[in-house]
Nanobody, 125 residues
Framework: QVQLVESGGGLVQAGGSLRLSCAASGRTFDITIMGWFRQAPGKEREFVASISWSRSTTYYADSVKGRWTISRDKDKNTLYLQMNSLKPEDTAVYYC??????????????????WGQGTQVNVSA
């Protein structure tokens, strides 16, 4: 089992920045990929970004590409999401996710085995 705990959410004005963190514990040596998903009010949860744990290959949703950066610190077992140029439409609960699979589709929620509890991000206009 892998446990995930997110932090770093909050309220920010449009154009501002936030950095989310996700601390992983437990069987972290099983992790093959980690990612961020978000769920806005009244909408389905959607893929934001992911990173392969060993090679650090990154993947982004079109909506955040060029604005945000996903990264990880293997020594600290921590995942990050640096969010710049935030927009009101980025308001959502952000979830950290991890997978121990060797084959997966990076933006498919069902391919992630472990989830954090979520952290709220609010962007005011």
């Amino acid at each position: 089992q892998v446990q995930l705990v997110e932090s770093g959410g909050g309220l920010v004005q449009a154009g501002g920045s936030l950095r989310l963190s996700c601390a992983a514990s437990g069987r972290t040596f099983d992790i093959t990929i980690m990612g961020w998903f978000r769920q806005a009010p009244g909408k389905e949860r959607e893929f934001v970004a992911s990173i392969s744990w060993s090679r650090s290959t990154t993947y982004y949703a079109d909506s955040v590409k060029g604005r945000w950066t996903i990264s990880r610190d293997k020594d600290k077992n921590t995942l990050y999401l640096q969010m710049n140029s935030l927009k009101p439409e980025d308001t959502a609960v952000y979830y950290c996710a991890a997978s121990s699979r060797f084959t997966f589709t990076v933006n498919t929620q069902g391919d992630y085995d472990y989830w954090g509890q979520g952290t709220q991000v609010n962007v005011s206009a």
